[in-house]
């Protein structure tokens, strides 16, 4: 066990189970190591020390290591941007449209499905303590949460935008294109001219 701990150490928390494997850590000891919460499974074969001196965002990054195609979205990038102050309990996520058989275990991942310039439009990565997060943009958060708010609710998509407007660090131009590839231009505009004029 000293051992698989030290491997883990060394990874900076992660492991793949062909690499223990590699490393001679019979499969007993890694499912021993899973039943004693020593360990846990993020997906199939890839695991994460759980006694491991995570910063903030490791569930983001767990998740961004899972599946390289996840991009971090919705009320986690939102919070992630400082844009409101819920703390969700899962990890929102968003995948091209077509992906398949995409098993996350840990931690709790809600996924949306985006086709095409939704999905592909304003990703950035983000370098982080313990990796690095592929995470939407400011505006293509907003833009999101205004074309989830039926199931979100309107009154998170406000609050995003007033807190981004309020911030002064804003870039109308950009939030408008993104807000015209999302679909929610009538939806927004409204909203932004309102903002402005306060």
């Known amino acids: 066990m000293d051992n698989l701990i030290k491997y883990f150490k060394k990874n900076k928390g992660y492991a793949r189970l062909k690499d223990l494997k590699k490393a001679g850590i019979h499969t007993r000891t890694i499912a021993g190591a899973i039943g004693s919460d020593l360990i846990a499974a993020v997906k ?3 695991y994460k020390l759980l006694n491991y001196d995570w910063r903030e965002y490791n569930g983001l990054v767990d998740v961004c290591l899972a599946n390289p195609k996840l991009v971090i979205c919705l009320i986690s990038a939102l919070e992630f941007h400082k844009l409101t102050t819920q703390n969700p309990s899962i990890v929102y996520a968003a995948i091209p449209y077509k992906s398949r058989n995409v098993k996350i275990f840990y931690p709790p991942v809600g996924l949306s499905y985006f086709s095409g310039k939704t999905y592909s439009t304003g990703i950035i990565s983000v370098k ?3 990796g690095t997060i592929k995470i939407y943009d ?3 958060t907003i833009c999101d949460i205004f074309r989830f708010r039926n199931k979100l609710g309107e009154d998170i ?3 995003s935008l007033k807190n981004y407007i309020r911030s002064g660090n804003y870039n109308i131009t950009k939030l408008i294109e993104y807000s ?3 679909r929610i231009k009538k939806a927004i505009m409204p909203y932004i001219s309102a903002l402005l004029e306060q």
């Open 44 to 46: 199939p074969g890839f």
């Open 128 to 130: 982080v303590p313990n």
């Open 138 to 140: 400011v505006e293509k």
């Open 157 to 159: 998509a406000v609050e």
């Open 180 to 182: 015209g590839i999302c």
